[in-house]
């Protein structure tokens, strides 16, 4: 059982930057993928980012490429979420996740870290 806490939400003005981390207790980290998904209110969870173990594949969704960069620390079992030039339509609840498979089956969630954007 793999479980993970975010951190780092919090609110920002439009154009400015916020940096998610996300912990995870499993030694084994290193072994999954780890994602990055968002729910803004009334809306349903979307994909935000993803990276693989060994952290030189990288995707991301349109939305957020070229503002956002996801990254991890194996040593510290632990994925990032940089998000630059923040815009008011990022607003959202943003959960981190673990997985394992191609496509990926994310199956252990965090429970989720507020990030609010003001215009």
């Known amino acids: 059982q793999v479980q993970l806490v975010e951190s780092g939400g919090g609110l920002v003005q439009a154009g400015g930057s916020l940096r998610l981390s996300c912990a995870a207790s499993e030694r084994t980290f290193s072994i999954y993928t780890m994602g990055w998904f968002r729910q803004a209110p009334g809306k349903e969870r979307e994909f935000v980012a993803e990276i693989r173990w060994s952290g030189g594949i990288t995707y991301y969704a349109d939305s957020v490429k070229g503002r956002f960069t996801i990254s991890r620390d194996n040593a510290k079992n632990t994925v990032y979420l940089q998000m630059n030039s923040l815009k008011p339509e990022d607003t959202a609840v943003y959960y981190c996740?673990?997985?394992?498979?191609?496509?990926?089956?994310?199956?252990?969630w965090g429970q989720g870290t507020q990030v609010t954007v003001s215009s």
């Open positions: 996740a673990a997985g394992l498979g191609r496509p990926v089956n994310y199956q252990y």
